[in-house]
């Protein structure tokens, strides 16, 4: 078989960061000559892109290595590699325990040599290229994108933060960020070509720089590209989220009225263990300046429960402060430590049963304030992107708001891409149902 009848499988675990690795990484396959395949079991590459921000993300990754070992024992030419975060954190473990099952090995950083290591493992020689670098941005790379309608712009990679329980300043290296022209440019293009709604992705997006450009010059200069084509941000960290960015969101239609603001915490103590480098004051103060500036604005958060030293009333600290802020949603997550990062010198001190009982606490109030806010969304008409048929049933369709609500109804004469019009007519915690105007199909 020729080089060009090879055809490769990758698999991605993870966040939005890695969604977006994973398109550099068609593109620069894609450029090479090398083939994709969406089947598994036609291929004879398969990378798994992977993720190492919480333990359970590694599990997940190493249940995988053992699926591929019985397509390796069925097809021995099979090459098998493991790419982003979790190769980069763990190149030793995997080069070691699971060498058997991994040719290659090739961290975020390192992305430009995969046609050439892909090349040599097809000829018998397994590769590992880690080495974190402090200026690649694949800037020049087009990523190759398989969704028409919403598409992920990396603005620019690694953190500075060193958040004592993150590992990301180890696994994707220090800040830097790509040329604004070029940002600009990618954004333009997609929008010639179609797109609906883009998201701008970094650890800390507050911290973009480029020359005189900070991030609200970024995010201005793309909504005025193409005022119907939606404009979305994560992450922003609550340190450095200043006015001039909250008065941008404001200012333009087409940014969309959703902030996803990490928390982590309700406990000073806490914080200050985690090295946030804000107080549970600064955070409500900040959202209160967001709520009093930005009309109708959605509010999410992240939450980690069970952090070494976190006492009951930590913990009180925490429901408290959802209480009072009464986010729109949660990601929220049982502490697990991870190597390198500082939290690893302190004690895991709370017990399992603990973690447990205090997550499950947070979870079910972030459902009933779910629940609440998403009921006063009931009798209300709201613009919906329409994105594509319900998993559940062929015979509905799904969106999500301005607001990133994901919003049920039925069936039309609509397709993915087009902005409708849906009347709220239930809601629970996680969705909103509705009814079609279909005068507002678009």
Known sequence: MSREDKKIFIETYGCQMNVSDTEIIRGLLNKDGLSLTQNINEADVILVNTCSVREHAERRVYGRLGAYRSLKKRNPDLIIGVLGCMAERLRSKLNGERSKDVDLIVGPDEYRRLPALINNAWHGEKGIAVK??????????????????????????????????????????????RSFKNIIEEARQLSERGFKEITLLGQNVNSYKDGDHTFPDLLEAIAQIDTRMRIRFTTSHPQDMSDKLINTIAGYSNICKYIHLPVQSGSDRILSLMNRNYTASHYKNLVDKIFSRIKNVSLSTDIISGFPTEREEDHKMTLELMKEVQFD??????????????????????????????????????????????????????????????????????????????????????????????????????????????????
């Open 329 to 442: 949603g949660a990601f929220m997550f049982k502490y697990s430590p991870r190597e390198k990062t500082a939290a690893y010198t302190l004690r895991d001190d709370v017990p399992e049963e603990v973690k447990t009982e205090r997550i499950n606490q947070i979870i079910n109030l972030q459902n009933q304030i779910s629940a609440k806010k998403n009921e006063k969304m009931v009798g209300k008409s709201v613009e919906v992107l329409v994105e594509g048929v319900s998993k559940k049933s062929k015979k509905e369709y799904y969106g999500r708001t301005d607001g990133n609500k994901v919003v049920i109804f039925p069936g039309g004469p609509y397709k993915a891409g087009d902005y409708i019009e849906v009347k709220i007519t239930r809601a629970n915690s996680a969705t909103l149902f509705g009814e079609i105007n279909l005068a507002s199909v678009s």
């Open 132 to 177: 974190l670098s402090r200026v690649e941005t694949y800037d020049d790379i087009t990523p190759l994108r398989t969704n028409n309608i919403s598409a992920w712009i990396s603005i620019m990679r690694g953190c500075d933060k060193f958040c004592s329980f993150c590992v990301v300043p180890y696994t994707r290296g220090r800040e830097r960020s």
